[in-house]
């Protein structure tokens, strides 16, 4: 252990001495790297450490910064020399997209860079394997979540928790005229939710209170501090930092911990409550694999994890910014509202959310609009298992990371025309000339990989739209949310393993006539 020790901080100190006597005699290239000339968008790269000072000075932009470096080039792609001389391919190419999902799918895998990064919060779950790990949770998973009983249980989970927790605080904000965090309150409900679909479990976490929940807060702190291991300038920061178990690393034991013995205690419940049962009665997802039969604790764990993570964070953005877009585009407002007063919500109807929900077709049209521009995952990364071509003539090594990034295909002028900085929902809809309704017209999962595409499209994606729509028909018939940003300001969009927006969503409730 002490020679571990000694070695690791010799190697610690040798890094920072070379770094540093580097930084020195090279100051000048430097500088003038970091502000390039505006003929050219590409970053400069430098021996041993590529474009890592570029990337460093932008990453507080970066998914802007990317957008417009890979939509400036002629193939829509970019190779970004990392240190050490690893590369990374960025591109918005459709045809790249493909290829990387669907057409050479065995040879762009998760990998183990990114399973290395995210493995003490996710484990081996979905999100995180590859080969015959994926597909065996895949097809488990797939087949729990296509059960119209599963369906009608997440239903009944967000309605309960609009009508009960949701509306109510709404309410209790116009009496106070109080300023909320739309994000935060989206956050919490989106968490209440999938805690209960995956886990059967409530954790209370939008109760007028906004208390909070332990699980909650270790939640979003692993969640936060995992995503920064992508962003060290090698791996070996963060492995350094667990190895002697202090700064974010400490932080990431301790919030995982937490995790795992909540889902522990829960399993151990859920088991108790099957065995005294003859039959399941309840369909969230845990209850669901243990009664088919898979019992291990860390096998189940890390699959309810991984859903949990898609399930909370994916909603609660998308909706966040669809809320602040409506707000600043009242003609688009009014058409979802006029969808809604038409479609007659029935406060004690027999019939199932989703069908409630399923013909609002304009509202499903703003949604996927403001996701084109405000994606939940911005961009998403895959490993090259072996030498490839893309489809573009981009030649990819073994090992590099290739990236598709669907927060610059959807500010592509070759995808989406010359209009595409607008907030147009028309542009996924055709009138029918006679009946005058609106059908939807879906883009193809490659040039909108808002949900990924391929083998590894989003199970939950039909169940996401569902609790947005779902939430959108519950609120805007009441209340009209109207952002609090000082004048000539738009909020930022960042992202870490999903998009937020920075700093919060402040806005003001305000009943409507």
Same mark, same amino acid.
Request: aromatic fraction near 14%.
């Given at each position: 252990?002490? @020679? ?33 000339? !505006? ?101 488990? @998973? ?42 935060? =309150? ?16 409530? $954790?209370?976490?939008?109760? /007028?209170?906004? $208390? ?22 090698? /791996?070996?920061? #963060? ?19 937490? =995790? ?44 309810? =994890? ?14 966040? #910014? ?37 013909? *609002? ?9 403001? *996701?084109?521009?405000? $994606? ?21 090594? !073994? ?9 610059? *295909?959807?500010?592509?002028? !070759?995808? #989406? ?20 309704? #609106? ?29 947005? !729509? ?14 609090? =940003? ?14 937020? *927006? ?12």
């Amino acid at each position: 252990m002490l @020679a571990d020790l000694e070695l690791s901080t010799s190697l610690l100190y040798g890094l920072i001495t070379f770094i540093t006597l580097y930084l020195i005699k090279n100051f000048t290239s430097i500088y003038k790297g970091l502000f390039p000339s !505006k003929a050219s968008k590409l970053p400069r790269s430098f021996p041993i450490f590529g474009s890592y000072f570029s990337i460093l000075k932008n990453m507080h932009h970066f998914n802007n910064w990317s957008s417009d470096i890979v939509n400036s080039q002629p193939s829509n792609t970019v190779v970004f020399r990392r240190v050490l001389g690893q590369r990374q391919v960025f591109t918005s190419n459709p045809a790249n997209v493909q290829h990387m999902l669907k057409t050479k799918f065995n040879v762009y895998q998760k990998g183990s860079f990114g399973a290395k990064v995210l493995f003490d919060f996710l484990g081996h779950g979905i999100f995180n394997v590859d080969g015959e790990s994926w597909k065996f949770q895949r097809q488990l @998973a797939s087949h729990e979540f296509n059960t119209k009983s599963l369906r009608k249980f997440v239903g009944t989970v967000v309605d309960t928790e609009l009508k009960e927790r949701l509306i109510p605080i709404l309410n209790n904000s116009v009496g106070n005229q109080d300023i909320l965090d739309f994000q935060d =309150i989206l956050q919490r409900f989106a968490f209440d939710n999938i805690c209960c679909i995956a886990f059967g479990y409530d $954790p209370e976490y939008l109760l /007028p209170s906004l $208390p909070e929940a332990k699980f909650a807060v270790a939640f979003e702190n692993a969640t936060f501090i995992s995503s920064k291991r992508f962003r060290k300038i090698l /791996p070996l920061v #963060w492995k350094i930092q667990k190895f002697f178990n202090f700064g974010l690393e400490k932080e990431l034991k301790e919030s995982v911990q937490v =995790i795992r013995d909540f889902a522990r205690e829960v399993m151990r419940e859920k088991k108790e409550e099957l065995q005294a049962k003859s039959e399941l009665q309840t369909v969230d997802l845990l209850s669901r694999f243990l009664s088919s039969g898979h019992s291990d604790e860390v096998f189940v764990t890390d699959i309810v =994890i991984s859903f949990i993570l898609a399930g909370r964070d994916t909603t609660s953005a998308a909706l966040t #910014w669809f809320f602040y877009l409506i707000a600043t585009h009242p003609n688009v407002e009014s058409q979802i509202l006029a969808e809604i007063n038409e479609r007659k919500f029935e406060e004690n109807s027999e019939m199932s959310v989703y069908d409630e929900v399923k013909d *609002m077709i304009y509202t499903h049209a703003a949604l996927c609009e403001s *996701m084109r521009l405000y $994606p939940p995952v911005p961009t998403d990364g895959k490993q090259a298992t072996e030498d490839d071509v893309l489809p573009d003539g981009t030649v990819v090594y !073994k090992g590099d990371r290739v990236v598709y990034h669907p927060y610059a *295909m959807g500010r592509s002028e !070759k995808l #989406w025309g010359k209009d595409w900085a607008e907030f147009r929902p028309e542009r996924w809809l055709e009138k029918d000339g006679v009946t005058g309704k #609106w059908s939807f017209i879906a883009r193809d999962q490659y040039t909108y990989p808002v949900f990924q595409a391929g083998p590894r499209v989003c199970l939950g994606k039909e169940m996401a739209f569902l609790q947005m !729509k779902r939430l959108v028909a519950g609120v805007l018939p009441e209340f009209r949310v109207v952002p609090v =940003i000082e004048k000539g300001k738009e909020p930022v969009f960042v992202s870490y393993l999903t998009a937020k *927006m920075q700093g919060g969503f402040p806005v003001r409730i305000q009943q409507r006539a």
